[in-house]
C-alpha cells in the first residue's frame, strides 16, 4: 500500500490541526495504520494508531486526551486530530501501515510509510 499524508502546516499553541493519510494500492482492510513523529535531534516517536477492521485506537503517552485517530473506509484514508496544540508537537509527522494486529507499534514493525508533513506549533 502506498500512503500520501498531507494537512501539516502551521499552528499555534491551543489550537488544532487535521492530517490526512490516504492510502493508494490497496485497501487498509487488515492493515493497522499509524502516525509518527519525529523532532529535531530527536528520535522517531509513536503518535496513534488505528486498527483499521475493527477501529481499536492506540496512542503516545504524550498525545493522549489531545489527539484523535479516526479513518474514513470510503476514502480510504486516516486521519489524525490534534487538538490542544502544544510548542513541543512541532516535528515531521508520517503515517506508517503494516499488516496484521497491532503488535508492539514500534516503527521497526511498520513496512510502509508516507513521506512526512511537517508540523510547526508556535508559542
Known amino acids: 500500500v502506498q500512503l500520501q499524508a498531507s494537512g501539516g502546516g502551521l499552528g499555534q499553541a491551543g489550537g488544532s490541526l487535521r492530517l490526512s493519510c490516504a492510502g493508494s494500492g490497496r485497501t487498509f482492510s487488515s492493515y493497522v495504520v499509524g502516525w509518527f513523529r519525529q523532532a529535531p535531534g530527536k528520535e522517531r516517536e509513536f503518535v496513534a494508531a488505528i486498527t483499521w477492521s475493527v477501529g481499536s485506537t492506540y496512542y503516545g503517552d504524550s498525545v493522549k486526551g489531545r489527539f484523535t485517530i479516526s479513518r474514513d473506509r470510503a476514502k480510504n484514508t486516516v486521519y489524525l486530530q490534534m487538538n490542544s496544540l502544544k510548542p513541543e508537537d512541532t516535528a515531521v509527522y508520517y503515517c506508517?501501515?503494516?499488516?496484521?494486529?497491532?503488535?508492539?507499534?514500534?516503527?521497526?514493525?511498520?513496512?510502509?510509510w508516507g513521506q512526512g508533513t511537517l508540523v510547526t506549533v508556535s508559542s
Open positions: 506508517a501501515a503494516h499488516r496484521g494486529v497491532a503488535g508492539t507499534l514500534q516503527a521497526r514493525d511498520f513496512g510502509s
